[in-house]
């Protein structure tokens, strides 16, 4: 992926007229054509973290259907609220179909999830993670929030492990080490990594920073930092400077693959 | 499952409608103080906040500050809140990830969280998450929550399909998180928990409810409070 284009030594040149210097670390072109060509090498078996919250805002949405349209499969997801959305209509707005991580599961593809919550309260109609996991088709891995979100912000910050109250006393607990601090008792949890992370951000800068809005940052920005490979679908790209700096969400060296969506389209 | 308790006769009066529980809990919420509502019951409590209360509210997925968590908004995928719900816009809201969201949770910086719940234990052990019969659930911010705010209050209705106790003396259920309940307010009582001594004290009854009333629609032993006051 790391082709030199004109378009984006441009931009930087543009960026500084007095110094036309070109600093081989900065034109890396990040970005995709396509949807599916940002996708095209995730092989099957794949770990993939898929950022957002659960709900519209936030989700990857455009990746999500690009990977399913590549037609892998054993792949574990990694997501928070996964797959409720499509049944309950959870964080969509009315008028539209809503468009969940069941996806993967509806299609046989995924076999794993890890998230915080694979299923809504109510079971009509099935939601296609329980209908998979109750087939015995899906292995479904449930982490507390705070836990999932820290596990992953671990990884990218290069701490293997770290010691948390939350789940303590509880079936988290099971076969963690324990160990007590300031009189309270904490669980070991592990740094949580994987091969892709599909993330969503409002606008990217040629360079690949990014930026968010709302509450559409939830589990993107550490997932960004946690993949091996970090793939982005953005509203807009823009050219260097065209993020403020003090808005960055998401730094640039964190980002391998930006794809710009089309202008208008009716998903969120 | 938990034992049904022995109860004679038709109900002393009616129970308080989920409105009226919301209400309740919402009463005891402090002017100034950051408060996590869970769905349901206690995402009500928003309506009803006492004249000059004013909360900071967050959700999970990244918001301090919002508004009645009822007064929907324009429908922003992009300003949602965790129940998955749309609130807006409003002055000094702030955003934020999940990393920051949850060591806000974790760090202990939550003055009061309002849950439900499935079973609360007599020690104040709480289980939200998951029924064993179905045998998956969502566990969500709740563990983190309950384990971690400084206050747990459970807004519920008092029995499960009518007369199945929810207030128990041991939790058959897979907990949330052990001994972390304060109190419990539901259509019929206010149940303070003395978790150092493992002791309910039921301190209110619905109107036209009795102490005894309330303990034959309870499996956990209660105490009586030195005055029982009528829930208003």
Same mark, same amino acid.
């Given at each position: ?268 | ?81 965790? =129940? ?5 816009? %409003?002055?000094?809201?702030?955003? /934020? @990830?999940? +990393? ?5 949770? !974790? ?90 001594? =493992? ?5 209110? %009854?619905?109107?036209?409810?009795? /102490? @005894?009333? +309330? ?5 956990? !032993? ?11």
């Amino acid at each position: 992926m790391q082709l030199y284009s004109a378009k984006t030594l441009r931009s930087v040149c543009d960026a500084r007229p007095k110094d036309r210097t070109i600093r081989l670390v900065v034109p890396i072109n990040k970005i995709s054509n396509s949807f599916s060509e940002a996708v095209a090498d995730i092989p099957s078996g794949a770990s993939i973290m898929i950022g957002g919250f659960g709900g519209a805002g936030g989700q990857p949405t455009r990746l999500m259907l690009a990977l399913r349209d590549l037609g892998i499969g054993d792949l574990t997801i990694i997501g928070n609220v996964a797959g409720i959305s499509k049944t309950t209509g959870y964080g969509w707005p009315d008028d539209l179909d809503p468009i969940d991580q069941g996806m993967f599961f509806e299609s046989g593809q995924a076999t794993k999830i890890t998230c915080s919550f694979p299923v809504p309260g109510t079971t009509n109609p099935l939601s296609e993670i329980e209908k998979a996991w109750r087939e015995g088709n899906a292995e479904v891995d449930i982490v507390p929030q705070g836990t999932l979100i820290e596990r992953i912000r671990a990884a990218g910050a290069g701490i293997p492990a770290f010691y948390t109250p939350t789940g303590v006393g509880t079936s988290v607990a099971e076969g963690k080490e324990h160990r007590d601090f300031d009189g309270r008792t904490h669980l070991l949890e592990h740094a949580l990594t994987a091969d892709f992370a599909l993330i969503r951000a409002q606008k990217a800068d040629t360079r690949g920073n990014l930026q968010y809005i709302g509450t559409s940052r939830a589990f993107n920005p550490a997932m960004a930092t946690a993949a091996r490979t970090t793939i982005v679908e953005v509203d807009e790209i823009v050219g260097i400077g065209g993020i403020d700096s003090e808005r960055v969400g998401t730094l640039s060296t964190y980002v391998d693959r930006i794809v710009q969506r089309e202008t208008g389209d009716y998903l969120p | 499952m938990s034992s049904k308790p022995e109860i004679t006769g038709n109900e002393p009066a009616p129970r308080l409608n989920r409105a009226a529980i919301a209400k309740r809990a919402a009463r005891d919420l402090v002017d100034g103080s950051t408060v996590n509502l869970g769905i349901g019951i206690p995402a009500m409590c928003a309506d009803f906040l006492p004249d000059g209360v004013e909360l900071l509210y967050h959700a999970e997925n990244g918001i301090l500050g919002f508004k009645e968590l009822s007064a929907p908004g324009e429908g922003d995928p992009n300003l949602m809140d965790a =129940g998955g719900k749309f609130p807006k816009l %409003v002055p000094g809201m702030a955003f /934020f @990830d999940s +990393v920051e969201s949850f060591s806000l949770i !974790r760090g202990g910086h939550i003055d009061v969280t309002v849950l439900g719940a499935l079973q609360v234990s007599r020690s104040g052990d709480l289980a939200n998450w998951v029924v064993p019969k179905r045998g998956i659930g969502s566990i969500g911010g709740a563990m983190d929550l309950a384990a971690n705010a400084k206050k747990v209050v459970i807004a519920m209705e008092h029995n499960a399909h009518g007369d199945i106790a929810k207030i128990v003396e041991e939790c058959t259920f897979p907990l949330t998180a052990p001994g972390c309940v304060d109190e419990i307010i539901t259509d019929i009582a206010v149940i303070e928990i003395d978790r150092e001594n =493992g002791l309910m004290v039921l301190r209110e %009854v619905a109107p036209g409810w009795t /102490f @005894d009333d +309330v303990q034959a629609r309870t499996e956990a !032993r209660l105490e009586a409070a030195d005055k029982i006051d009528q829930m208003a």
